[in-house]
């Protein structure tokens, strides 16, 4: 009794200390319900307190009041430093006078609807004490159970104020177990898949890249409660940043096994000085939550890309052939117009010139100059880019080209006319990643310069129908001359100096299809996105690991955002290579007049496959089958969304001996649907029979319950099955 008591006291003194008043009658709580079609994310405003807490994140439940049941749900909304929070904040400054705490208590809050399908519900809350008010924005997608998370953070006090952790979402979870899946790699090895379980403490997904957030560690995570989730099964959730520089993901399981994820900007050497009246705008963390494993969770994210999340995603993309590969620096007018005829041969849309076609003081033969001097290079095109536009619409193709506006060669002429545009530090030799350095993007000369480079590249040559926009370095030396003493803005600064000027581009060229690439896949986020058709994924096109970075893109991107190229990497056979490509947006960059007879036959071919179905691939849903992670071989396919025409791909990765592979189930297609099975990508190239399959019918129920007999179960085999329902066509 006597240590109930003692109890009670204890607890009275806590709360009395943590809210620093005495206690009053309380009134009720009111919740803020954000829905989607399937999810429900509830706040709790406390009539008690007056602070925002997360009080659930599930399934869409029928009454959203019950939650008021819920005893002792005390996660705050928005973590502050100094108040009572002795966890990880979300959110943490300096006033003026000193003192380095924030409260925030609730002050209103709007749901405005943009339209039918979706929402903005804008949270204001207040330091009592200090102006500062922070605007909690959730927007939510109805249709594709996706919510976007950001945060605004205005202060009025009478000088600036330091903000040292300004988090784009903090979100609670209370499960038995955490299971993180994550992704890193470095160049010519993205998208490499770890699970692992979170222990007690703090776990950090980040990077420092400056001008990336890929590369070392992807900004997505899927994290399944309770136990590990596949692809049907498991609750989870799937996230990711938009935000093309340093990021950070931080997992913290508390004392009574509480998970709290912080999603935003990277804090690191990255304080900022916020003016009286400013907004600071965090970039948004966008997530779904899925009850029924991966699978669905990247359908909904990836029917919201399209929708939303990159640049024309319900639009249609150009095939293309690409010269990186068969000619690197080495070429010449000559050369390129036979690269313009190959084009057509093969039946492509566009040909694309990659690097080294500028520079004439310091020629761009190799890495090691020009870059940043954007004129053609007279010697290997003494016509200039206008000629090479002309003679491909002369053979009925378009032209596309690569550049990389935001880096510099030391041996350049932008070098030694604008050594002040340069990042690097003074009293320090330089330090280059790939022989070059990065321009000072916070510098609005160096933007004008950026956006005039391409606007004048445009209007001399309007018929460019296609940019490959490269960003070949991190940040090797961050500090910028025209930052002056606010060096630590510098990360943030540059991202969005970038979005600045890809606004501007935009608002002139809202329809022009530009690739986005960084060393390969080093610059995949939504917040680049939004302004880009498409992603060149890695530099490493060797099919065999392209079948497992593709499988890990495919999580959080949709097909139609991913460049696969066909390529000499790997020696694979071509029919391979291609299959491998087919499952996104597959294009060239391959000797054509390498080919032989039956393999250039194959490729026309393939092409024409490709362009019957790229509809179904690029905007129809995945599902993937059997995974290269959990077996020797991969598959997955794609359906339209009347359910009338798939496309499905197999793949043998290896076999050992004696292993037999079992049939495999499909699924999304109608049960009730009588299917035809085709094998596609046969001619010429295509060694043995045809699978035992092809040419049959079965119903969606038979396809879904027992499934085919698919795969030569030879190691590096593919095949690829056009299903159709003969009169849905
Ligand atoms: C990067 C890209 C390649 C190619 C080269 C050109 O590495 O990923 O595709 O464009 O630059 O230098």
């Not at 009134?27 to 079609?37: A, K, R, Y």
């Not at 997608?141 to 205005?154: H, R, S």
């Not at 596949?230 to 950070?248: C, K, M, R, V």
């Not at 509809?615 to 089958?625: K, P």
């Amino acid at each position: 009794m006597k240590k109930y008591l003692l109890l009670l006291v204890f607890t009275f003194a806590i709360r009395y200390i943590s809210t620093g008043q005495s206690p009053a009658a309380p009134t009720p709580d009111v919740l803020i319900s954000i829905g989607t079609l399937h999810t429900d994310l509830v706040y709790r405003i406390s009539g008690k307190d007056k602070r925002l807490y997360q009080l659930f994140l599930g399934p869409k439940l029928i009454n959203t009041e019950v939650l008021k049941q819920i005893k002792n749900s005390d996660h705050q909304a928005y973590a502050t430093y100094g108040t009572g929070n002795l966890f990880e904040p979300a959110i943490r400054m300096t006033h003026t006078d000193g003192n380095a705490s924030l409260e925030l208590k609730y002050v209103s809050h709007k749901t405005e609807n943009n339209d039918k399908n979706v929402t903005i519900t804008r949270i204001v809350l207040k330091d009592p004490e200090y102006p500062v008010e922070v605007i909690l924005n959730i927007k939510a997608f109805v249709a594709e159970d996706v919510i976007e998370q950001w945060v605004e953070i205005i202060q009025n006090e009478s000088k600036p104020v330091t903000i040292f952790n300004y988090a784009s979402s903090m979100l609670h979870f209370d499960a038995g177990k955490y299971w993180l899946t994550q992704f890193h790699g470095d160049w010519a090895e993205e998208m490499k898949m770890q699970e692992s379980e979170l222990t007690s403490g703090i776990k950090i997904i980040d990077t420092k890249l400056g001008t990336r957030a890929h590369m070392y560690q992807t900004p997505v995570f899927f994290l399944s409660l309770n136990n590990k989730s596949d692809e049907n099964t498991g609750e989870l959730i799937a996230g990711t940043l938009g935000w093309s520089g340093n990021f950070q993901f931080l997992f913290e399981v508390d004392e009574k096994n509480s998970l709290r994820v912080i999603s935003g900007i990277n804090p690191f050497a990255s304080e900022y000085l916020l003016q009286p009246g400013k907004i600071f705008k965090t970039p948004s963390f966008f997530f779904t939550y899925s009850n029924k494993g991966k699978g669905l969770a990247s359908r909904n994210l990836h029917r919201w890309a399209r929708n939303y999340g990159i640049m024309d995603g319900n639009k249609t993309r150009l095939t293309l052939l690409n010269n990186w590969e068969t000619t690197y620096f080495n070429f010449d007018q000559p050369k390129l117009t036979a690269l313009l005829d190959d084009t057509k041969k093969m039946g492509l849309d566009l040909f694309l010139l990659d690097d080294g076609w500028f520079a004439n003081k310091y020629p761009r033969n190799d890495d090691r100059a020009g870059l940043g001097d954007w004129q053609e290079n007279k010697a290997k095109l003494p016509d200039g880019l206008g000629y090479l536009v002309k003679e491909a619409d002369k053979r009925g193709v378009k032209f596309g080209i690569w550049i990389e506006p935001e880096m510099v060669n030391p041996k350049s002429e932008l070098y030694e006319n604008h050594p002040d545009w340069v990042l690097k530090f003074p009293n320090r030799p330089e330090i280059y990643y790939r022989n070059q350095l990065t321009l000072d993007l916070t510098n609005p000369k160096v933007q004008d310069f950026v956006y005039n480079t391409i606007d004048d590249m445009l209007t001399k040559n309007p018929g460019i129908a296609f940019i490959k926009w490269d960003c070949n370095s991190m940040i090797t030396n961050p500090y910028s001359v025209y930052l002056k003493d606010q060096q630590s803005h510098l990360y943030i600064d540059y991202v969005n100096s970038l979005y600045s000027v890809l606004d501007r581009l935009r608002q002139k060229y809202p329809e022009l299809p530009i690739m986005l690439c960084s060393g390969g896949g080093g610059r995949v986020d939504y917040g680049a996105l939004k302004y880009f058709t498409e992603f060149w994924a890695s530099d490493d096109t060797d099919p065999l690991e392209r079948v497992y970075m593709q499988w890990g893109y495919s999580y959080f991107f949709p097909a139609i955002s991913v460049c696969n190229h066909i390529t000499s990497w790997g020696k694979q056979s071509l029919k391979f290579k291609t299959d491998v490509a087919m499952m996104g947006k597959m294009g060239y960059d391959i000797q054509v007049n390498g080919l032989s007879a039956n393999e250039l036959k194959f490729s026309q071919d393939a092409i024409a496959n490709y362009k019957r179905l790229s509809e179904v691939i690029w905007h129809g849903d995945l599902f993937r089958l059997i995974s290269p992670y959990d077996e020797n071989r991969a598959c997955l396919m794609y359906i339209n969304s009347t359910k009338n025409k798939a496309v499905l791909f197999e793949y043998t990765l290896n076999a050992r001996y004696g292993e037999t592979f079992n049939t495999i189930k499909l699924q999304g297609l109608d049960p009730a649907k009588t299917y035809k099975i085709q094998e596609i990508n046969v001619s010429g190239e295509r060694k043995g029979p045809l699978s035992t399959e092809n040419g049959k019918s079965y119903t969606g129920d038979y396809l879904m319950n027992i499934g085919l007999n698919i795969g030569s179960g030879q190691p590096l085999t593919s095949t690829v099955y056009e299903i159709t329902e003969p009169d849905g066509q």
